[in-house]
């Protein structure tokens, strides 16, 4: 959080005849709120949407682990046919 805030008075101009004009104040304030939220925190409070984030949460690591696997390469033997001499 972040504030800041100023105050400036400046005196007003004088007549020849040595008469006040007037004054002018000028204020000014500035506040900066920065947060973050958790909503997984927010939404397991609800339990049909803490039901919702379990489920979601299996089916992501089923398919991150199917990712993390190399696929199966199976290579074939030939034959190959010597010279005779």
Do not use: C, D
Not at 22 to 29: A, D, L, S
Not at 72 to 81: D, S
């Amino acid at each position: 959080m972040n504030y800041t805030a100023t105050y400036n008075w400046m005196r007003g101009s004088e007549t020849t005849h040595g008469q006040n004009l007037g004054n002018t104040i000028v204020n000014n304030r500035q506040v900066n709120i920065n947060s973050t939220f958790n909503l997984e925190k927010l939404y397991n409070q609800i339990p049909f949407l803490k039901k919702v984030n379990e489920q979601f949460n299996k089916v992501s690591a089923v398919v991150k682990k199917r990712k993390r696997k190399s696929p199966l390469i199976v290579k074939k033997k030939t034959k190959r046919k010597g010279r005779k001499n």
